[in-house]
């Protein structure tokens, strides 16, 4: 079975403080993890993916994501909080069950990520 | 290079009514995924193309159906509209399968 659980709904920090999103998987295969970020009125950016290369990712904009097997976690992180990255945040997982089959992808339901100045 | 475009940007339909929306993928990209985006939710995986065949279905009924065509363009077609229905409906392509999606801006659909 194929799941993603983000854990907040919404997170607020204040400008310049480290940001922290966390997500928890489940996936009977071997998964590629994603998080993308969708600002207001604009479509989905891809922000960082892990494919079992290394286990820390790093992304765009100072963002990085830590794959941890054992925890089935995929948390994204950021040392100091910008303005601009106000923003709703999705978790995705990804798997192929089988040589041929079906993919299946999953999205998280978002976290809003509030930034006060 | 291209990104993923999607048309019309905005749609109004009626419930019963039919809609046929479209999305050109990035060039080099065989992979369309399509999804459907809710007010205030997550994206919803509704299907997926891998050259020109259908390779993954979420838990849409059949009046949602789909084609790529030979140039890895795509269509969602969703038959018998539902009030439902309205949402934000996301095309995404990509190399491969398993490779990364690249988003398109999306159709907003809204069924009266």
């Known amino acids: 079975a194929q799941s993603v659980t983000q854990l907040d709904s919404h997170v607020s920090v204040s400008e310049g403080t480290p940001v922290l999103l966390r997500c928890n998987y489940s996936s009977s295969y071997s998964p590629s993890l994603f998080w993308y970020v969708q600002h207001p009125n604009k479509g989905l950016q891809l922000l960082l993916k892990y494919t079992s290369a290394a286990t820390l990712v790093k992304g765009i904009n100072g963002f990085e994501a830590e794959f941890k097997k054992s925890e089935t976690s995929f948390h994204l992180t950021k040392p100091s909080a910008h303005m601009s990255d106000a923003a709703e945040y999705f978790c995705?997982?990804?798997?192929?069950?089988?040589?041929?089959?079906?993919?299946?992808?999953?999205f998280g339901i978002g976290t809003k990520l509030q930034v006060i100045p | 290079e291209t990104g993923v475009t999607q048309s019309p940007t905005h749609l109004i339909k009626t419930r019963g009514q039919q809609v046929t929306l479209r999305c050109s993928s990035q060039?080099?990209?065989?992979?369309v995924s399509w999804y459907q985006q809710a007010l205030g939710q997550g994206p919803q995986f509704i299907f997926q193309y891998y050259r020109e065949e259908e390779n993954g279905r979420g838990n849409f009924p059949p009046r949602f159906s789909g084609l790529q065509f030979p140039n890895y363009s795509s269509e969602l077609n969703v038959n018998a509209l539902e009030l439902d229905d309205s949402a934000l409906y996301l095309c995404?392509?990509?190399?491969?399968?398993?490779?990364?999606?690249?988003f398109g801006p999306g159709t907003r659909l809204l069924v009266l």
């Open positions: 995705v997982v990804s798997d192929l069950p089988f040589s041929g089959g079906y993919q299946k992808v999953t």
């Open positions: 060039s080099g990209h065989n992979t």
């Open positions: 995404a392509s990509s190399e491969d399968r398993l490779e990364t999606q690249y």
